[in-house]
């Protein structure tokens, strides 16, 4: 049985930037030289803590011209700003967290980590931490990871490593850790961790393509909208949209004709909300135009799923950014999707016939 989650750092619970690192301080023609040269092997030594921060610095700008000495000595003692949070790896260490489990961090970086690892909120949500700097040793070899076993008195078959080589999971499987191999989807994680019986709440994003599942949809709007939208807009206004955008027929027509396609997300084998998008890659966006959960399923991060798979579709289709309208006086829902990313564009006010209007935010999320 698995009882702690052992995480990676660097592209799991925080990306790893080094080029756009690099862009803010270097003109474009100078960008690969600096990046080849600073994360070479001083770097990885850094990694190991047998080298000093000066030392590595003197080493690199003897490689370079004096116009790259400055942004190489910036990169090496400011490694915080090669990294940027992933807001959905939080939300699972935190959900792991509140089930009981363990979690721990298992990294390759310098020790510079402890000037700055305060500064990266998941890892405030850490029961232990083993930094190779510290212990002179570096995955996937595998003292670093006996030393983590040893320290917090943990068995190894008993936990679970999440790193983003597969030559470091195989160090770990070498002393009975399993692990899963993170490219940067957070809802394939969390669909490895229900598999190993880790219990998260994992959606599935099931496509609507037969008539069946279309018209569970159009009853799930129908008990949805009247939960949630009467208190906003009142009833006569949610039954003439109900039956103008959410009934059979009028999704239906969406998919036929205007290129929208439907989601049911199913949890426990039960059918608990839709998302319904229409992708636009002449503007490379994607329009977000139905996100709607039971009243019993939100609160439990699901929504944040959902969001997760809609970019994860997004970067499969090249797409740049998702973006929505939503209620001006719908303050939880824009609140969450603030939580999630989105922005505020502009407020819009849209005749939808028999008049009503819809009075709204547009907000957007870029996908990087």
């Not at 080094?18 to 030289?33: C, H, S, W, Y």
């Not at 944040?304 to 970019?311: K, P, S, T, Y």
């Not at 209007?357 to 990087?368: G, L, N, R, S």
Request: aromatic share 12%.
């Amino acid at each position: 049985m698995i009882r702690n989650i052992i995480f990676d750092m660097g592209n799991v619970l925080v990306r790893f930037l080094p080029k756009e690192t690099a862009a803010r301080l270097v003109p474009e023609e100078d960008r690969d030289l600096l990046c080849e040269q600073v994360f070479a092997e001083e770097w990885k030594l850094l990694d190991r803590g047998t080298i000093s921060q000066e030392e590595a610095v003197q080493q690199v700008c003897a490689r370079l011209p004096e116009r790259l000495h400055q942004p190489a000595r910036y990169i090496i003692e400011h490694q915080i700003e090669t990294l940027s949070p992933v807001g959905e790896a939080y939300r699972l260490v935190e959900e792991l967290k509140e089930k009981g489990y363990g979690v721990y961090l298992l990294s390759n970086v310098s020790v510079q980590f402890h000037e700055f690892w305060k500064e990266i909120p998941v890892l405030h949500l850490m029961d232990g931490k083993i930094i190779s700097a510290d212990w002179k040793m570096v995955k996937p070899e595998e003292g670093i990871y006996q030393a983590l076993f040893d320290t917090y008195h943990l068995r190894p078959e008993e936990c679970f490593f999440v790193d983003d080589l597969p030559q470091n999971i195989e160090g770990g499987r070498r002393l009975s850790m399993d692990g899963f191999c993170f490219q940067g989807d957070v809802m394939a994680l969390r669909r490895e961790l229900c598999d190993r019986g880790v219990l998260v709440d994992t959606l599935e994003f099931v496509p609507v393509t037969e008539d069946g599942q279309l018209r569970t949809l159009a009853q799930l709007a129908h008990e949805i909208w009247n939960q949630h939208f009467v208190p906003l807009i009142g009833q006569e206004q949610v039954d003439y949209m109900l039956e103008k955008f959410q009934s059979y027929s009028a999704m239906k027509e969406q998919m036929e004709q205007k290129g929208y396609q439907y989601y049911l997300s199913v949890y426990g084998g039960k059918a608990v909300g839709y998302t319904g998008i229409q992708p636009e890659p002449e503007k490379h966006k994607l329009f977000l135009s139905k996100l709607y959960l039971k009243r019993e399923y939100r609160g439990r991060g699901f929504a944040r799923q959902a969001v997760e798979f809609l970019v994860s579709l997004c970067k499969e289709q090249g797409l740049e950014g998702i973006w929505l309208t939503v209620n001006r006086y719908n303050s939880n829902t824009i609140a969450a999707y603030d939580k999630m990313g989105f922005e505020k564009i502009r407020e819009q006010v849209s005749d939808i016939g028999n008049g009503f209007v819809m009075d709204d935010y547009v907000m957007e999320k870029p996908v990087k």
